[in-house]
């Protein structure tokens, strides 16, 4: 056996206090077992780590086993075929999730910072999008990325998948939807059940793919036929793995319910339902988790922001809380919602409905004339809505002076006056700090008979939506001062500003304008809003506005923070929707059991578990994003199967090295004209001023372009619209091409 190393007593365990609470029989922590690993630099067997850490008991001994065998499973070590274990970082392996691609190859996105690793066609045979996996870094492929082979799967992602099932020579094959997967999925006749050929199905696999075998599944649902109303959303919400149905447990415990707050539950609460706190959503909305108040008091305004406390009713590690966790976020589709909470809950006891008690988490706060957030604080309260009120109901009292509305609303007029009073300082404050507002169109589809798309129509944004925005927001930003200023764990919105070689492309774009950002190596937000403000009235705006968005990351949750770039904030934690995103119920726990004056290591959630929280929740938004996305996209598509050979003016929204993406006028659709459409020239991508240009007629096509298109080819399946130029972009560069001489 290894003798101790030396200094294994002189370096104590920097974990061990998180683990003594967590468990009434610690062992050392993941992170200190690989530091003294990597200190050995060598592989190491179970008796020889035991030994290093000083571990002896039978007990612990087992404990440790455990931990290495979950440590394994997750890709810290790797265990070699003596049965040693090695840290997987100093063995030249990169674990991380799979990313697929509908042509065949893939990535490895690394658990830890670092370059995506490329996985070609045949090392993604044993692999499907989503699994996580260990690689070896093998080189660099001709387009000089790193490029792996797999070592091992670590988790597998998929157990179903959905997709129409083709029964071709007595084969049965299920084409899945997601087109991240490339392989098809193998039935064998037994397991075909009454499937036909065409329908939708769901499979769950029965054997996963290898090196040598494609994977198999057995059909377990037959999802009904290929255009079936409302097939576009039972495809999405299958594909993208969205957890749809309740457990028994959760059915159990919301019978468990009352369907009124009990009084016993509202002892101990502020009591503001005399205040005349009142819900803005919109027309369709079922689930009102915010209320709003504002009076004058002096020089400051008083807002009241009360929020639905989910937190009494949903515990942790209960059955609700895991799989309020599991789903994440709920999921809006057209005219269908998977919540993340039963609607017992949702639309019922949690729901800030009028004219009934509800228990509520409230955030007070004191705003000055410019909109500045003096002081603020957080309780625990029973309040009453007064009303529940619509965007388009406010904007027409408060803007319009609708005469009716007014007089009907009239108990409520002072406060909402104030409100909006409240808001124009807040808008300026805004402005000041130099918020980026990007001005984005949502759309709505709008059904006839049949569940038909009869059009599609844009979503205007009134000024009552942008003052519960910025209510909101403030009520946001106030839960990250108070998680920072009492160092409560828990977790942030952040969004980080641009990377260095965005910012060098967005830079060389703007160049080509004549435009530039200030800011030097580091712009700020403010340096993005100036350059919006100045070029609003361009007629190439949209294309300015496209590039400045792309350039900057995703917004995700952390439970460390690094502050808003878009918003311009230095903290901000979402605290306003616990009914529909699980991070503001962290958020509602964290603030309450520091009300509650318990000691900060006592909190139900530790920062590693935090931090998985963080990534789950950006991830089951993702999730989201992408399956409405699908579902609206297969709908346009259905949309636009009778307008073929139809000829529709659009606006380029996208540019790539295979061709331009157009956005119809006043339609909101968006289909791709392919490089090879664009015909009588060859066509070349300037990714840096994201353009097309033709090598002999100077061509040129770039994003904001206004073209006229016609419909040639929809594809359903693969939810794809083609068209072809009718009447094409007159600009050109001014660089003609070099004329052939004559011989």
């Given at each position: 056996?290894?003798?101790?190393?030396?200094?294994?007593?002189?370096?104590?365990?920097?974990?061990?206090?998180?683990?003594?609470?967590?468990?009434?029989h610690?062992i050392?922590?993941?992170?200190?077992?690989?530091?003294?690993?990597?200190?050995?630099?060598?592989p190491?067997?179970m008796?020889q780590?035991?030994?290093?850490?000083?571990?002896?008991?039978?007990?612990?001994?087992?404990?440790?086993?455990?931990?290495?065998?979950?440590?394994?499973?997750?890709?810290?070590?790797?265990?070699?075929?003596?049965?040693?274990?090695?840290?997987?970082?100093?063995?030249?392996?990169?674990?991380?999730?799979?990313?697929?691609?509908?042509?065949?190859?893939?990535?490895?996105?690394?658990?830890?910072?670092?370059?995506?690793?490329?996985?070609?066609?045949?090392?993604?045979?044993?692999?499907?999008?989503?699994?996580?996996?260990?690689?070896?870094?093998?080189?660099?492929?001709?387009?000089?990325?790193?490029?792996g082979?797999?070592?091992e799967?670590?988790?597998?992602?998929?157990?179903?998948?959905?997709?129409?099932?083709?029964?071709?020579?007595?084969?049965?094959?299920?084409?899945?939807?997601?087109?991240?997967?490339?392989?098809?999925?193998?039935?064998?006749?037994?397991?075909?059940?009454?499937?036909?050929?065409?329908?939708?199905?769901?499979?769950?696999?029965?054997?996963?793919?290898?090196?040598r075998?494609?994977?198999?599944?057995?059909?377990?649902?037959?999802?009904?036929?290929?255009?079936?109303?409302?097939?576009?959303i039972?495809?999405?919400?299958?594909?993208h793995?969205?957890?749809?149905?309740?457990?028994?447990?959760?059915?159990?415990?919301?019978?468990?319910?009352?369907p009124?707050?009990?009084?016993?539950?509202?002892?101990?609460?502020?009591?503001?339902?005399?205040?005349?706190?009142?819900?803005?959503?919109?027309?369709?909305?079922?689930?009102?988790?915010?209320?709003?108040?504002?009076?004058?008091?002096?020089?400051?305004?008083?807002?009241?922001?009360?929020?639905?406390?989910?937190?009494?009713?949903?515990?942790?590690n209960a059955?609700?809380?895991?799989?309020?966790?599991?789903?994440?976020?709920?999921?809006?589709?057209?005219?269908?919602?998977?919540?993340?909470?039963?609607?017992?809950?949702?639309?019922?006891?949690?729901?800030?409905?009028?004219?009934?008690?509800?228990?509520?988490?409230?955030?007070?706060?004191?705003?000055?004339?410019?909109?500045?957030i003096?002081?603020?604080?957080?309780?625990?309260?029973?309040?009453?809505?007064?009303?529940?009120?619509?965007?388009?109901?406010v904007?027409?009292?408060?803007?319009?002076?609708?005469?009716?509305?007014?007089?009907?609303?009239?108990?409520?007029m002072?406060?909402?006056r104030?409100?909006?009073a409240?808001?124009?300082?807040?808008r300026?404050?805004?402005?000041?700090?130099?918020?980026?507002?990007?001005?984005?169109?949502?759309?709505r589809?709008?059904?006839?008979?049949?569940?038909?798309?009869?059009?599609?129509?844009p979503?205007?944004?009134?000024?009552?939506?942008?003052?519960?925005?910025?209510?909101?927001?403030?009520?946001?930003?106030?839960?990250?001062?108070?998680?920072?200023?009492h160092?409560?764990?828990?977790?942030?919105?952040?969004?980080?500003?641009?990377?260095?070689?965005?910012?060098?492309?967005?830079?060389?774009?703007?160049?080509?304008?004549?435009?530039?950002?200030?800011?030097?190596?580091?712009?700020?937000?403010?340096?993005?809003?100036?350059?919006?403000?100045?070029?609003?009235?361009?007629?190439?705006?949209?294309?300015?506005?496209?590039?400045?968005?792309?350039?900057?990351?995703?917004?995700?949750?952390?439970?460390?923070?690094?502050?808003?770039?878009?918003?311009?904030l230095?903290?901000?934690?979402?605290?306003?929707?616990?009914?529909?995103r699980?991070?503001?119920?962290?958020?509602?726990?964290?603030?309450?059991?520091?009300?509650?004056?318990?000691?900060?290591?006592?909190?139900?959630?530790?920062?590693?578990?935090?931090?998985?929280?963080?990534?789950?929740?950006?991830?089951?938004?993702?999730?989201?994003?992408?399956?409405?996305?699908?579902?609206?996209?297969w709908?346009?598509?259905?949309?636009?199967?009778?307008?073929?050979?139809?000829?529709?003016?659009?606006?380029?929204?996208?540019?790539?090295?295979?061709?331009?993406?157009v956005?119809?006028?006043?339609?909101?659709?968006?289909?791709?004209?392919?490089?090879t459409?664009?015909?009588?020239?060859?066509?070349?991508?300037d990714p840096?001023?994201?353009?097309?240009t033709?090598?002999?007629?100077?061509t040129?096509?770039?994003?904001?372009?206004?073209?006229?298109?016609?419909?040639?080819r929809?594809?359903?399946?693969?939810?794809?619209?083609?068209?072809?130029?009718?009447?094409?972009?007159?600009?050109?560069?001014g660089?003609p091409?070099?004329?052939?001489?004559?011989?």
């Amino acid at each position: 056996m290894t003798k101790k190393s030396k200094n294994t007593k002189s370096l104590p365990d920097p974990y061990a206090k998180r683990e003594a609470v967590k468990y009434e029989h610690p062992i050392p922590s993941r992170e200190f077992i690989l530091q003294r690993l990597a200190e050995r630099a060598m592989p190491l067997g179970m008796e020889q780590i035991a030994h290093d850490l000083g571990i002896r008991s039978e007990r612990d001994l087992d404990a440790l086993s455990r931990r290495l065998k979950a440590m394994e499973r997750d890709g810290q070590l790797i265990r070699n075929r003596r049965g040693d274990y090695g840290v997987a970082a100093k063995m030249d392996l990169v674990r991380g999730r799979v990313i697929g691609h509908p042509d065949g190859y893939g990535f490895l996105v690394p658990d830890e910072a670092g370059e995506d690793v490329f996985l070609p066609a045949h090392q993604m045979r044993a692999l499907l999008h989503g699994d996580r996996a260990v690689v070896s870094v093998t080189g660099l492929d001709r387009r000089g990325r790193r490029e792996g082979a797999v070592v091992e799967v670590l988790e597998r992602n998929t157990a179903r998948v959905v997709g129409r099932f083709y029964l071709e020579r007595g084969v049965g094959f299920v084409t899945p939807d997601n087109k991240r997967i490339s392989q098809d999925i193998i039935v064998p006749a037994d397991e075909q059940g009454t499937a036909r050929h065409g329908q939708i199905v769901m499979v769950e696999l029965v054997a996963q793919p290898s090196a040598r075998a494609q994977p198999v599944g057995r059909v377990v649902e037959i999802l009904g036929e290929h255009m079936a109303p409302g097939m576009e959303i039972d495809v999405a919400i299958r594909a993208h793995n969205l957890p749809y149905l309740w457990p028994a447990e959760v059915e159990q415990e919301i019978a468990a319910l009352a369907p009124e707050v009990p009084e016993h539950a509202k002892q101990g609460r502020e009591d503001i339902r005399a205040l005349p706190l009142v819900t803005i959503d919109g027309a369709d909305a079922r689930d009102f988790d915010d209320a709003v108040f504002c009076e004058r008091q002096g020089k400051h305004w008083r807002l009241l922001v009360a929020i639905a406390d989910v937190s009494s009713y949903v515990r942790p590690n209960a059955a609700l809380d895991k799989e309020a966790l599991t789903r994440g976020n709920s999921v809006y589709f057209p005219q269908r919602v998977i919540p993340m909470l039963p609607e017992a809950l949702s639309n019922g006891l949690c729901s800030l409905n009028p004219h009934v008690d509800r228990l509520c988490m409230a955030c007070e706060m004191e705003i000055d004339a410019k909109g500045r957030i003096k002081k603020h604080r957080f309780f625990e309260g029973v309040m009453r809505s007064h009303a529940r009120l619509t965007y388009d109901e406010v904007a027409a009292m408060l803007i319009e002076g609708d005469a009716a509305l007014c007089a009907n609303y009239s108990a409520l007029m002072p406060h909402l006056r104030e409100l909006y009073a409240l808001y124009q300082a807040l808008r300026a404050a805004r402005e000041q700090r130099g918020a980026i507002d990007f001005e984005t169109t949502e759309t709505r589809i709008v059904f006839g008979a049949g569940r038909k798309i009869e059009k599609i129509i844009p979503v205007v944004r009134n000024d009552a939506h942008k003052l519960i925005e910025e209510c909101m927001i403030s009520a946001n930003v106030c839960a990250g001062e108070f998680l920072l200023r009492h160092d409560m764990p828990g977790l942030y919105r952040i969004h980080q500003g641009p990377e260095e070689q965005k910012l060098t492309d967005l830079r060389a774009f703007l160049s080509g304008l004549g435009l530039s950002l200030g800011g030097g190596e580091q712009p700020e937000p403010r340096h993005y809003a100036k350059l919006l403000d100045s070029v609003r009235a361009r007629p190439d705006a949209h294309l300015i506005q496209t590039v400045l968005l792309r350039s900057l990351a995703q917004a995700v949750y952390s439970p460390a923070n690094s502050g808003h770039f878009g918003l311009a904030l230095e903290s901000y934690a979402h605290f306003t929707s616990p009914i529909r995103r699980y991070p503001d119920l962290v958020v509602h726990r964290a603030i309450r059991h520091k009300l509650a004056g318990k000691p900060v290591e006592k909190f139900a959630h530790d920062p590693a578990t935090l931090h998985t929280f963080g990534e789950h929740c950006s991830m089951s938004e993702r999730r989201a994003d992408d399956a409405t996305r699908d579902a609206v996209t297969w709908l346009k598509c259905e949309y636009m199967m009778d307008k073929i050979g139809e000829a529709f003016d659009g606006i380029v929204t996208g540019v790539t090295g295979f061709g331009l993406f157009v956005e119809l006028k006043d339609i909101y659709i968006e289909g791709l004209v392919h490089v090879t459409a664009l015909t009588s020239d060859y066509y070349h991508f300037d990714p840096a001023q994201h353009r097309l240009t033709g090598e002999r007629t100077r061509t040129v096509y770039r994003l904001g372009d206004k073209v006229r298109v016609k419909v040639m080819r929809v594809d359903l399946d693969n939810k794809k619209i083609d068209f072809e130029i009718e009447q094409p972009a007159s600009r050109k560069t001014g660089k003609p091409g070099k004329k052939r001489k004559r011989r």
